[in-house]
DNA sequence: GTTTGAATCAAACGATCGTTTGAGAATACG
DNA sequence: CGTATTCTCAAACGATCGTTTGATTCAAAC
């Protein structure tokens, strides 16, 4: 076998500091976050970043292409479903670029934590993060705008991507649950989620359907 | 005299430690930025910090008050021109909310880092910065949702601030430039700023002019 | 049973962090 | 002027950072 001869625990040392590690990245940041907390919380020892995954930025990465990986390709088989069809209408399509994204924090309590660190992410506005996320969700970003240009014949491709990147910038704010709007007490994580993402849906379709205003010069 | 003895240079020690600290912090966040870097960039002795503002803690906090203060001023000023007018469009009042927030990065070079800090300050979800902040803002926010509901008799109170949250993501995400689409060389920042804000306003306001849905069951 | 290689561990490395110190320079005030 | 106060500065403090080392433990190969 090729898998570690300790892998009789409950889950290996790789993943149990994956998990530790996009938790506190999410808490703290990266610089905030140090080894020592990230090794201490995965039970785990200090050495054993740098042996499994070299470095800590390495480590970062890590955190990073495990998720993006699963919300990439939930995407593009939501769009799949319903790209190119007759019946389709522009909330479907919002669905599918929507729905992954807040879902990847309610499936799995780990997952919580990335969308916050994805946030992050956009904060940190770090070249080569920012870089590496445009290689990683260029082609999927393009897909979308492919299938709201069919069903928005009226604007221009630059139109479509400026408001493509208005929907990106609330739902990154609504994934890292930054709103002012404090979840009541009594209100299940899931289901503030859910209204979330309904309000996020019917907000974007009808700043999307907004017929386009001749802008003198189009910038973006 | 209360002042600086020192006061014959361009800035005061203070000044040149905000400014410098507002840009760093803007580029490499509040744990990435070192104290050394900061008093490097100012061109001051690193003692200097802890002398005038006793910790790093405190010297993050004047870097937001200085400017959370102006911000305040301007929107509330800028609100105060349209409120309770008879003539007074939706897209009004989204321009008192949204351009002195855009304007801040176009008048002063230095601001323009403070609106990536302030968006960092949303992504580090420090629960201090929060409150901080929700208590610097909480007034502010309920003028515009006032005024907002003046404007949208149709939609009810809670629904007006989901609708703000939204808003307010989309202004945070653009206002830190984080967008996916890059501008292009040849356009001046300024003319790129107030493109994003014609296009925000546009867009929040045919979201916040969308009827209002019976909630319980909706989407897909 | 011996060997081999991967995985873990305690300990230490040099570097850098925020902060403090104490002496000295610059200004204010009598 | 002399004294007091404010500010600056180089240097050092202890703590913590990411990383490396070398010995040790474990499981499989032969």
Do not use: C
């Not at 300790?6 to 610089?31: M, N, P, V």
């Not at 506005?125 to 990683?136: A, M, P, V, Y």
């Amino acid at each position: 076998m090729t898998s570690a001869p300790y892998a009789s625990r409950e889950r290996s040392t790789k993943e149990r500091i994956l998990g530790a590690a996009e938790a506190l990245f999410a808490t703290h940041g990266f610089a905030g976050a140090s080894l020592r907390q990230v090794t201490a919380a995965a039970r785990v020892n200090l050495a054993a970043v740098n042996y499994h995954f070299g470095s800590k930025d390495k480590l970062i990465e890590e955190v990073f292409r495990r998720r993006l990986d699963e919300l990439n390709t939930r995407r593009l088989a939501a769009l799949a479903k319903v790209a190119g069809q007759e019946d389709t209408s522009l909330e479907d399509v919002l669905d599918a670029y929507i729905r992954p994204a807040l879902d990847l924090s309610r499936n799995d309590g780990g997952a919580a934590a990335f969308v916050r660190v994805l946030a992050r992410a956009y904060a940190e506005h770090n070249e080569t993060l920012r870089k590496f996320l445009s290689e990683n969700y260029g082609h999927v970003l393009r897909q979308f705008a492919g299938e709201f240009a069919r069903l928005l014949p009226g604007l221009a491709k630059d139109e479509i991507y400026w408001r493509l990147d208005i929907v990106t910038g609330a739902l990154t704010y609504a994934m890292a649950d930054f709103g002012i709007i404090q979840r009541k007490s009594d209100v299940d994580e899931r289901d503030h989620r859910e209204t979330a993402a309904e309000h996020l849906i019917r907000f974007a379709a009808a700043g999307l359907r907004n017929p386009s205003v001749s802008t003198s010069t189009a910038t973006r």
